[in-house]
């Protein structure tokens, strides 16, 4: 059984269009994050939800909309797709307490947006 | 706010000899400290971490880590090399100033470790 799962698994659009990436945790986890890898390997922190509520917001365009239906889901939609968000989004979960992050975070597989 | 440098881009090692992929960082209060691997077109997965407990800490597949306060250092060690060892290794600070929550995990810019047969 897949512990993080993202669908799709690679993603190709043109610029402008609007896209979302999925997120699945089947760990009973109560945290779930949204991290961005670009091409040079560099990852950063996107967004954080702790119980379906927003912990951190890192300065990301406000193109970039999570949404946590429920605690074993975080959804990434992105309005207006432009060239520069071609990268890799990792989906991470782990269960945390009060907000401290010093558990081991689980990652997905990644999806590779690419945009044309 | 908290930062970790990795000192190396790419790290190559014959298979059998050890290994060191080297980490600094920098923190203000109490630093947690990770490592993750990520084996190509794949997620990351946690080697081990330091969480104020002994300061020598180890991780799956071989690998541990020291962490030296003096020397702000949480390098990478493993004796003997394995193929299946090469991958991107990141390196991964959180602090934790008093009365709030860690802050979230700040990666390094990641080592490239080639193991040659």
């Known amino acids: 059984d897949t512990a993080v799962s993202q669908t799709p698994k690679y993603l190709v659009t043109q610029m402008g269009n609007d896209k979302s990436i999925k997120c699945e945790q089947n760990?009973?986890?109560?945290?779930m994050y949204w991290y961005k890898q670009d091409s040079k390997k560099f990852l950063k922190i996107m967004f954080s939800?702790?119980?379906?509520?927003?912990?951190i917001n890192e300065t990301v365009p406000n193109r970039f909309s999570p949404k946590s239906p429920d605690k074993a889901h975080l959804n990434l939609h992105i309005n207006s797709l432009e060239l520069g968000d071609s990268a890799v989004y990792f989906c991470?979960?782990?269960?945390?307490?009060?907000?401290?992050?010093?558990?081991?975070?689980?990652f997905g597989p990644g999806t590779r947006l690419t945009v044309l | 706010a908290q930062s970790v440098t990795q000192l190396d881009s790419h790290v190559s090692v014959s298979e059998g000899t050890p290994v060191l992929l080297r980490c600094n960082y920098s923190?203000?209060?109490?630093?947690?400290l990770f490592w993750y691997v990520q084996h190509p077109n794949k997620g990351l997965q946690l080697l081990l971490k330091?969480?104020?407990?002994?300061?020598l800490v180890k991780g799956i597949n071989g690998f541990e880590a020291e962490f030296k306060k003096s020397e702000t250092s949480f390098h990478l060690t493993k004796p003997s090399a394995h193929m299946s060892d090469a991958a991107e290794y990141f390196c991964?600070?959180?602090?934790?100033?008093?009365?709030?929550?860690?802050?979230?995990?700040?990666f390094g810019k990641g080592t490239r470790l080639s193991v040659i047969a």
């Open positions: 330091y969480t104020s407990a002994a300061t």
């Open positions: 991470a979960s782990s269960q945390e307490t009060s907000g401290i992050f010093y558990n081991e975070q689980f």
């Open positions: 923190s203000s209060y109490s630093p947690s």
């Open positions: 991964v600070v959180s602090d934790y100033p008093p009365n709030s929550g860690n802050t979230p995990l700040v």
């Open positions: 939800y702790n119980n379906k509520e927003l912990i």
């Open positions: 760990l009973g986890h109560d945290t």
